[in-house]
């Protein structure tokens, strides 16, 4: 199965695509399609500390950006390149209509990331452990 992300990294470049654009959209463009209300945010689960939302974003894009390249040198450039868009998409929210920069998004951003190359990280030494 995680050999499927690395032989199409189109799906990690499609996702890529579509955060940026639901990240950039004035407004929701999930809630425009769910609710016909493109100011209403879905839920996926409550917020605590950091946005849920976000953090599962994040999680889900590095976990596939890890995957499609797990085998690549390139994994350093990845995680870089990871953690600015998180930071950079949230602070953009700052010069979008009807969106607002938060601090709570941006650690859910961040978590989502960090969690995952740390994940990956603890992955790799063990993999290499056993063999």
């Known amino acids: 199965m995680f050999n499927f992300f690395t032989k199409y990294k189109i799906i990690f470049y499609l996702l890529n695509f579509i955060l940026i654009l639901l990240y950039l959209f004035p407004g929701s463009l ?3 399609f769910l609710y016909d209300d493109c100011k209403l945010q879905p839920q996926i689960t409550p917020d605590y500390i950091i946005s849920s939302n976000h953090l599962y974003a994040f999680a889900v894009l ?13 994994i ?3 995680s ?7 930071i950079f998409l ?10 607002s920069f938060e601090y709570s998004d941006l650690f859910g951003n961040l978590a989502g990331v960090i969690v995952v190359i740390i994940v990956f990280n603890l992955y790799k030494k063990y993999e290499n452990l056993e063999n």
Not at 62 to 74: A, H, M
């Open 30 to 32: 999930i809630g425009c």
């Open 80 to 86: 870089i390149y990871l953690i600015v868009i998180s």
């Open 90 to 99: 949230e602070l953009f929210h700052n010069f979008i209509p009807e969106r």
């Open 62 to 74: 590095s976990l596939i950006g890890f995957f499609t390249y797990k085998n690549s040198k390139k």
């Open 76 to 78: 350093h450039y990845l």
